[in-house]
């Protein structure tokens, strides 16, 4: 490395975000950027560490270790350091599609299994990889890449969230013709319209697609697969098909008054924002309003944390974030030990947003829902909680069991939950009469994505379950290159 005892010589340092004051006013990111010479600083604390387990990109048991992409990130640190970010950009291109996505949205498993965070700070790698992906299109360094040749063959690509535009770039830059499907009016699926604006700025988004249309991905938006063109037909007009659906079906609040007025998935909470966001700067009053009201969402998630960003950006009278889960510690346990990915309290942008707001974290752990409670009009009026321990209860299932004493009754005009979800939407296995495997997900291994239907794979969340982005990219990039061994074998 250019600075062997840079973890040594410096701390770890990040940018300093927007201020809450300013940014809870608009939909702009809140992250920033460092300078190049103080960019560089972090970029000298990567050690020379001999075996770098931020690039490895393994799972063991049910915790992951590394950059799934297994990005090359010792080598565009020493990069940027010394101060070369075109090739530091190149040498990050090799390995991951979207460095703007992750760069932004990823939780950084790199940085947990980071060797200098084994004993003190990790590197600030998201960081450094959201910079050099920046400074890339700002440079004009980005450029359409013009397939050489072309196979002649076709695949349908179904969804162009992150693993289906991964996906489709791939085979694309493989030779293939790739028509992406996508059921919204926009491109993008979970990038678009499942993360908010000021996380992902959806310009970001629409510059990556309007790059791969220049390559030669044809992207029809507004057609549902398995409603507005049959699964089976796609089938049949395709060489090849590449099923990228997500997991679309959100797990549901089992409570009474649960369907009451007033309460409503946290995905269609965040996507009518987003669309009524980008159609008219929200004038259109199309989307689900927080404004003056007591909202109480339902997960301690990421999606929940959106969901407190964005009712905070509505202006809600308060805010209040139910986990049933106990909460984290501060450092890792020892039956969590490095480079595991660290299983610590995290207080985002959401949190802190509602710190200043309202002076307390929004969060209660250990607390969940048991009834909701609605006025004459059939609206959400009140909701009921309790704590929970969890333990065996009599019949010996291991679970929540509720703290008798700790029932509390809240004020609340809007239920937003963010419980996560349970597998993908039924309607395309069904009418391919495709196995599911006892998830509800496409049954297809990681090997080869195949599903049970010849010329038919699977990638993304659909396969695996609800996971990250960049997890999502791996599975597209992987579900391409099972594309191209089986059409050339067919060649």
């Known amino acids: 490395m250019g600075k062997p005892t840079g973890f040594l010589d410096y701390k770890r340092n990040l940018p300093t975000d927007r201020p809450e004051e300013e940014r809870i006013k ?102 450094i990889e959201c910079h050099i992906i920046d400074t890339a299109w700002e440079n004009g360094w980005v450029k359409p890449r013009i397939p050489a040749v072309s196979t002649g063959k076709t695949v349908a690509v179904v969804g162009s969230g992150p693993s289906g535009l991964a996906c489709a770039d791939s085979l694309n830059q493989l030779g293939y013709k790739v028509t992406v499907f996508e059921k919204s009016d926009r491109p993008g699926g979970l990038l678009m319209y499942g993360i908010p604006n000021m996380k992902l700025d959806k310009s970001v988004v629409e510059r990556r697609v309007k790059l791969m249309e220049e390559e030669g991905v044809v992207f029809k938006c507004g057609v549902e697969i398995g409603k507005d063109y049959k699964a089976d037909k796609l089938d049949d007009d395709f060489d090849a098909v590449v099923l990228c659906c997500g997991a679309g079906n959100p797990r549901p609040l089992t409570v009474p008054g649960a369907n009451l007025n007033g309460v409503y998935y946290a995905v269609d909470f965040l996507a009518a924002n987003t669309k009524s966001l980008l159609d008219s700067n929200l004038e259109d009053g199309e989307y689900i309003s927080a404004k003056g009201k007591n909202v109480i969402i339902v997960g301690g998630g990421d999606t929940g944390t959106d969901c407190v960003g964005t009712s905070i950006r509505h202006g809600c009278k308060s805010v209040t974030q139910l986990e049933i889960m106990a909460e984290a510690s501060e450092c890792r346990m020892p039956n969590n030990p490095w480079p595991e990915w660290p299983r610590v309290k995290k207080t985002d942008y959401g949190q802190e947003e ?138």
């Open 354 to 491: 509602a710190i200043y707001l309202y002076g307390k974290d929004p969060r209660e752990y250990l607390t969940t829902i048991t009834k909701i409670e609605g006025d004459e009009y059939g609206n959400v009026k009140k909701v009921h909680t309790v704590q929970v321990e969890w333990g065996k209860n009599k019949q010996g299932v291991f679970g929540p069991n509720p703290i008798k004493g700790t029932e509390k009754v809240r004020e609340c005009d809007l239920v937003l939950v963010a419980m996560g979800f349970l597998g993908p939407v039924q309607t395309i296995p069904t009418q391919l009469n495709m196995e599911t495997d006892a998830r509800s997900n496409f049954k297809a291994a990681e090997s080869d994505h195949k599903t049970s239907i010849r010329g038919v794979f699977a990638a993304g969340d659909c396969r695996r379950g609800q996971s990250l982005v960049v997890w999502a990219i791996r599975e597209g990039k992987q579900a391409a290159e099972a594309v191209d061994r089986y059409l050339k074998k067919k060649m």
């Open 26 to 127: 608009d939909w702009k990111e809140f992250h920033t950027h460092y300078d190049l010479k103080s960019l560089q600083l972090q970029g000298a604390r990567c050690m020379d560490c001999g075996v770098p387990f931020c690039h490895a990109g393994m799972v063991v048991g049910r915790t992951s270790i590394g950059c799934p992409l297994n990005n090359l990130i010792p080598e565009w640190n020493d990069l940027v350091y010394n101060g070369n970010m075109e090739e530091a950009y190149k040498r990050l291109s090799l390995t991951s599609n979207f460095p703007e996505f992750t760069g932004r949205v990823c939780p950084a498993l790199c940085e947990g299994s980071c060797t200098a965070g084994m004993n003190g700070d990790p590197v600030t790698v998201r960081n």
